[in-house]
């Protein structure tokens, strides 16, 4: 890894320690934290292979794997990991850089990246890592990526990348759950088709 990922140059010291303790509060007080795992569910038939890139603390992989699914989870983060080793076990973890994603197994029937990922990757390596999260993913199978509106990776600019990785937009979405996009919307939830 040449360059780092924005999550440690753009982020204050204790920020990863924050971010855990952050998700754990809010499972602790109830909160709906399942939404993109609702979606990604109904996306797939059960028991699907399904990666989770930026797994981050695991809530997604883990609601995904008590759905029955079976779950990868990859980030650059050591200390996010162990938190999703602890508080969401049974998927796959995997420490790895997005950019230099070199999973072994078979290809993955859905790939989800939740969590504003993409503005998080190490500046200039956007295009390559959807690259890679298409290698991953089995012919006609789907990428599901969802991220806000950011000046430093627009939307413009992800259009153009899905297009050189010969991906397809589905469906562009506001949220999780299935506002319509319009020009002014802040986050966008891509659903993308890897060709046959």
Known sequence: MTVRPRWFTDTKPGHSQWYVERFRALASEGADLEG????VDAMVDRGSRILDAG???GRLSGALHQRGHDVVGVDADPELVAA???DHPGPT????DLSELELDGEPFDLVVSAGNVMVFLAPGTEGTVIERLRDHTRPGGRLVIGFRREQHYPYAQFNVDLRSAGLSLEHRFATWGLDPFTPESDFAVNVLRVPR
């Open 93 to 96: 973890y995997v420490v790895a």
């Open 55 to 57: 797994c981050g603390t």
């Open 36 to 39: 993109e795992a609702r979606l």
């Open 84 to 86: 999703a080793r602890a």
